[in-house]
């Protein structure tokens, strides 16, 4: 029994399967990459995990609780975290604003009205704020503007973010998209660095082959919408299903 | 019966100024992506084109009639207008009479110029700031704009009165079958909303039947991909621009008649035309024009004494009732694409 | 101090000062000189600058932090005042229950309001207070004639009922809003030399409520909230991915930004009895949302400041007429003194709407950051002449941190 267990999703947009029959279960404290040629429906299936789209039928379930119909903040208060494919962070504040934010979501809930306490003034926020900077790296960047920093910085900081409230289940979307080498393998590096120090359970939406081999321990291949092998990394480079459909195609 | 055949004349002329206004947004928005608080300022000035024409016109120099005289018996002083002098007394009279029509002409040259100068002197820079700074700043133009004309027309409404042809009423009921006296209205309305017709018609054809239109529509509807075919998207837009201000500015010339224009005139009908926009949905040219007659007819019918009397107050607020209802239960109004402006 | 840090207090000391101090910094010429009538430490229009300073204070909560942009602002104002009459006509002339029932129902309006309006963002947010604050208008107007007074607005009668107080003063008029018995139109009068300068109370009890605005609003910027509302205002996508559920604080921003309108229009009740519709315009909306913006939206000082250049325009600009130019100018050459009056005179008197006009686009278009990014450039270059390229290092850190 997986920590993130999707049963017979499907969703139709239109006259187009978008997703068909899909079963997929993520064990927990293990990095799952979904991989497929493009239009396999990995961004539908990703929608169906964080609350933006509602399968047609099927269940998903997050620790024995179903995630569907809740609301993105909901899902997050779960202990869901996503990952976008550009970065998505408060661009208009600072980094340690940035890292602030999740930490304060995580102890205080969706809204707490606490508009007259000073925000210097929560010191154990800012510790663990600077904790995760350190962590990163970034801790000399603490005054920032983050929308002057590079894509990789801007990638790392919000993986920080997603870190800092401990989520048990971190999705990544295509997270080294549109990156320079350089940027990517610090990325990975970062992933692999988390997956080994940390009890987490990490889902990877992934094109790059290079990043999802390095990175996963599990694979399911999507292809027009339904999963259509999951296994180990090493067996899944040898499958000749997927070599048809997928790697084929892409080499 | 009558009763509401005569409230939906009596909403086509306000319905034909909103239909106009918001034609020219919607198609300032759907090209630019701009959100243009400086149109009503537009419509403002085309009105002020037609009070120009006329005073210009107008201009005379006095003459002394000495075969009259004034009731001190003095020799009368006669104003002479110089166009009498040129054209002979019945043409010159005849352009005198027809100077509101005639401002037409004078008007869409000069829109035209104005709005293709805002738009590369201010509005282009602003493409790619939030839409809240377009608004900000369009607004500011706004206010510049109608001090300009309060500047050198003063803060008085100016009556232009229609050419004598179209003053006055007809019985309008007895022409299509009721009794006479049950459905009297004004010619000049009737004017202005054939007016309003042909130009929304002609709007319409221009974008659908010329290449230009065809690319404009396209663009409006993916600039990206139409950019990407090598087709200079921008210089046809600023065109558009000026066509906008254009028909902002005759929805201007022809209301002269119907309601003397006042420098704030721009700003009491951008504020409803925004409502209509955005009722008709944002970037749906028919939308706006059908938004613009709807909601100029109900809020004729809302004036009516028994509806007030169910309701009262009904007439001043149904305009923004409608608006807040639509927006509410169909956030993209009656003919909105998907995604507008939904961040 | 008082829970701010040491910036931050040093620029609440500041703005006290100024305000305490307005009666001189306003009058800076002799009462008999031409220049006079640059002076603005005049009781009602110093009244004037802080109480606008309160609602474009309010304002900046909601725009300058969310991003939400209203245009029907000057709703809360209007149904601030009419609390206020009515608080004066029934209860008793002490301005303290008028300006909080004020603030109460002017804070369940914009809750009302901001509940609904808050579905929407955008140019539909901003379309959506504009309808509702034109539709609470023209009620105001028309059919609420026996709450508002309707075209003549609302006043104090001889014959207001008023519990707790007379309903005529001893003389049989009728009597003046105060505190606990010091009246808001009570004034003293300092005659140094040619220099006159008026102290009125009711000047100094709305330069308090609006340094307390001022505080408050201070404690919320620097806030965890006040953190979450930029934080909407920057990526709501994140926020929403975050955990955290954008509605609710959005609409807290609201309410308490409509509260700061309903504070104000009972201030400007509590300094003359009276409320009318006009207060609900969207042109008056509109004015606010100047304000914000000429002094800096999203700067803590910057609508205070804004309020006051706007209503200095308003009252002081405004009174120059062309004789007056001409008086200045007449040591010129008489087709020199014509030709610059007759440039100049479209801009002044009635035209300082144009001036206005010019100065907002020109900020929008040059200065997002309004007067106080102004001043912070003008300063930065200040400090840059005198230590030279050392500044540098402190200046992009200035920048970054800036507010």
Redo the contacts between chains.
């Keep these: 029994m997986g920590i993130l267990e999707v049963k017979n999703v499907n969703k139709r947009f239109g006259g187009l399967q978008a997703l068909g029959d899909v079963n997929l279960s993520v064990e927990e404290n293990k990095v799952h990459a979904i991989i497929g040629p493009n239009g396999a429906g990995k961004s539908t299936l990703l929608n169906c995990l964080v609350g933006k789209l509602i399968p047609d039928t099927g269940s998903v379930m997050f620790d024995g609780q179903s995630v569907l119909g809740r609301k993105p903040y909901e899902i997050n208060q779960m202990g869901i975290s996503r990952v976008f494919q550009t970065p998505e962070i408060f661009g208009d504040l600072t980094v340690l604003e940035n890292m602030m934010i999740p930490i304060f979501a995580k102890r205080d809930g969706a809204f707490r009205m606490h508009a007259i306490e000073s925000a210097e003034q929560e010191k154990s926020i800012i510790d663990q704020a600077m904790a995760m900077l350190e962590d990163l790296n970034m801790a000399d960047k603490r005054d920032f503007h983050t929308a002057s920093m590079s894509r990789g910085d801007k990638r790392r900081l919000e993986i920080g973010m997603c870190l800092a409230q401990k989520p048990r289940l971190l999705l990544l979307d295509e997270p080294t998209a549109g990156m320079a080498r350089a940027d990517t393998n610090a990325t990975i590096d970062l992933l692999k660095e988390i997956r080994d120090t940390r009890d987490i359970t990490i889902a990877i939406i992934e094109h790059d082959m290079h990043v999802v081999f390095s990175l996963a321990e599990r694979i399911t291949v999507l292809a027009q919408g339904t999963p259509l092998v999951e296994d180990t990394p090493d067996k899944i480079k040898g499958h000749p299903k997927v070599r048809e459909a997928y790697l084929g195609e892409a080499t | 019966m009558d009763a509401i055949i005569l409230q939906i004349l009596n909403g086509l002329d306000k319905g034909s100024a909103y239909a106009l206004i918001a034609l020219g947004l919607t198609l300032i928005f759907g090209t630019l992506g701009v959100v243009n608080f400086a149109h009503g300022a537009l419509f403002m000035i085309g009105a002020f084109c037609a009070v120009t024409l006329s005073k210009l016109l107008n201009a005379s120099y006095t003459t002394i009639d000495e075969s009259r005289t004034d009731f001190l018996g003095n020799p009368l002083k006669v104003e002479q207008p110089y166009v009498i002098d040129w054209f002979g007394p019945e043409v010159g009279a005849a352009i005198i009479d027809w100077s509101v029509p005639l401002a037409i002409l004078f008007a869409i040259p000069v829109m035209i110029l104005i709005g293709v100068i805002m738009e590369r002197g201010l509005i282009k820079h602003f493409y790619n700031r939030p839409h809240a700074d377009q608004i900000l700043v369009t607004f500011g133009l706004a206010i510049v704009l109608q001090e300009i004309i309060k500047f050198y027309f003063g803060a008085n409404p100016i009556p232009t009165p229609a050419p004598d042809a179209f003053t006055g009423s007809f019985d309008f009921g007895q022409v299509i079958g009721f009794d006479a006296n049950q459905i009297i209205y004004p010619y000049w309305r009737l004017v202005y909303f054939a007016f309003a017709a042909v130009i929304i018609g002609a709007v319409f054809a221009f974008l659908q039947f010329t290449t230009f239109g065809m690319v404009v529509r396209a663009g409006m509807a993916d600039r990206e991909t139409v950019q990407l075919l090598g087709i200079n998207i921008d210089r046809r837009f600023t065109i558009m621009f000026g066509l906008a201000a254009a028909v902002a500015g005759l929805a201007g010339v022809m209301y002269v008649p119907i309601n003397p224009p006042n420098y704030h005139m721009g700003m009491d009908f951008l504020v409803l035309s925004f409502v209509v926009v955005v009722v008709g949905g944002m970037g749906s040219l028919p939308g706006a024009v059908a938004a613009g007659f709807l909601l100029g007819i109900l809020e004729s019918f809302a004036s009516m004494g028994a509806v007030i009397d169910l309701l009262p107050g009904i007439n001043q607020i149904i305009i923004y009732l409608v608006a807040i209802i639509i927006l509410l239960t169909r956030p993209r109004g009656l003919m909105g694409r998907k995604g507008v402006m939904e961040e | 101090m008082l ?3 040491s910036k931050d207090f040093r620029l609440l000391l500041l703005v006290a000062a100024l305000a305490l101090l307005a009666p001189f910094i306003l009058n800076p010429f002799p009462a008999d000189s031409a220049m006079a009538q640059f002076n603005a430490g005049y009781p009602d229009l110093m009244q004037r600058f802080v109480i606008f300073g309160v609602f474009a204070i309010g304002f900046n909560i909601l725009f300058g932090l969310t ?1 939400y ?1 209203s245009f029907g602002h000057a709703a809360f104002l209007g149904v601030g005042s009419y609390s206020a009459v009515w608080m004066f006509k029934l209860l008793s002339m002490n301005v303290i229950p008028a300006i909080l029932l004020a603030v109460i129902t002017a804070g369940l309006f914009a809750l009302l309001i901001g509940y ?1 309006s808050l ?6 947010f ?3 207070t ?3 604050a ?2 609470s208008y ?2 105001a ?4 004639t026996p709450v508002t007074g309707g075209e003549t607005g609302l006043q104090l009668a001889l014959d207001d009922p008023r519990v707790l107080g007379a309903a005529q003063s001893a003389q049989g008029n009728i009597p003046v809003p105060g505190l606990f018995g010091l009246e808001m139109r009570d004034a003293a009068q300092l005659n140094l030399g040619d220099w006159v300068f008026t102290f009125s109370a009711g000047y100094y009890f709305s330069a308090v409520v609006m340094l307390i605005a001022f505080y ?1 609003s201070i ?2 910027f ?7 509302l ?2 909407v ?13 954008a509605r ?2 959005t609409l ?1 921003a609201f309410v ?1 930004s409509g509260m700061y309108a309903g504070l104000a229009g009972g201030l400007m009740a509590a300094m003359d009895p009276l409320a009318g519709a006009e207060r609900m315009f ?2 008056a909306s ?1 004015e606010v ?1 100047l304000m914000a ?1 000429l002094g800096g939206v999203g700067t803590l000082i910057g609508p205070v400041l804004g309020a006051g250049l706007i209503k200095y325009m308003e009252n002081i600009i405004s009174k120059i007429n062309a004789d007056i130019l001409h008086s200045w100018f007449a040591f010129l050459p008489d087709g020199l003194e014509d030709f610059i009056v007759s440039i100049m005179y ?1 801009f002044i008197g ?2 300082w ?2 001036t ?3 100065i ?2 020109a900020v ?2 040059f200065l ?1 950051g309004g007067l106080v990014e102004g001043g912070q450039r003008i300063a930065r270059l200040f400090r840059r002449r005198k230590s030279g390229e050392a500044a540098k290092d402190d200046d992009a ?1 200035q920048s ?2 800036a507010e």
Excluded: C, E
């Design positions: 829970g701010l840090n991003g942009l609904i579905r929407r963002s955008g140019i539909y901003a379309i959506l504009l309808a509702f034109q539709m023209a009620l107007y028309s059919v609420l408050l404690r919320i620097r806030s965890p909230f006040g953190m979450m930029r934080a205002k920057s990526n709501q996508q994140r926020l929403n991915y975050t955990g955290l559920n609710p604080y807290a308490i969207w042109t509109g949302v913006i479209p009635k035209g709407h144009l206005l006009g010019i907002f686009m929008v278009i997002p850190k970054t941190v």
